[in-house]
Nanobody
Framework: VQLQASGGGLVQPGGSLRLSCAAS????????VGWFRQAPGKEREAVSC????????YYPDFVKGRFTISRDKAKNTVYLQMNNLRPEDTAVYYC???????????????????WGQGTQVTVSS
């Protein structure tokens, strides 16, 4: 299982970014996949998860209405569209999965077993 995240960068408050995560070694048609983040001095937290077999998503309250997770089956890639970004969204963002979890809620709550490398997102004026 390999996950390659990209798309991070510096953006002003209120701006948008789209992160991409290319998956290999498995196909995005059964396990749940998700995005997690870790800010300096804070614990890693889930920001969105997707059940790839039924397209059910899960978002914690602090990103609802701002972040959207999606998937391109043909490219075997997961995306995170982030809008209306805030300084508190600054963190290293990771894509992750767990081949034993098919539920987006379970993945976000219990955490994944396989992690990609992170991509830095900085929201600052």
């Amino acid at each position: 299982v390999q996950l390659q995240a990209s798309g991070g960068g510096l953006v002003q408050p209120g701006g948008s970014l789209r992160l991409s995560c290319a998956a290999s070694g498995f196909t995005l048609d059964r396990p749940a996949v998700g995005w997690f983040r870790q800010a300096p001095g804070k614990e890693r937290e889930a920001v969105s998860c997707l059940s790839t077999w039924n397209d059910i998503t899960y978002y914690p309250d602090f990103v609802k209405g701002r972040f959207t997770i999606s998937r391109d089956k043909a490219k075997n890639t997961v995306y995170l569209q982030m809008n209306n970004l805030r300084p508190e969204d600054t963190a290293v963002y990771y894509c992750a999965t767990d081949l034993g979890h098919s539920s987006s809620y379970a993945l976000c709550q219990n955490g994944p077993s396989d992690w990609g490398q992170g991509t830095q997102v900085t929201v600052s004026s």
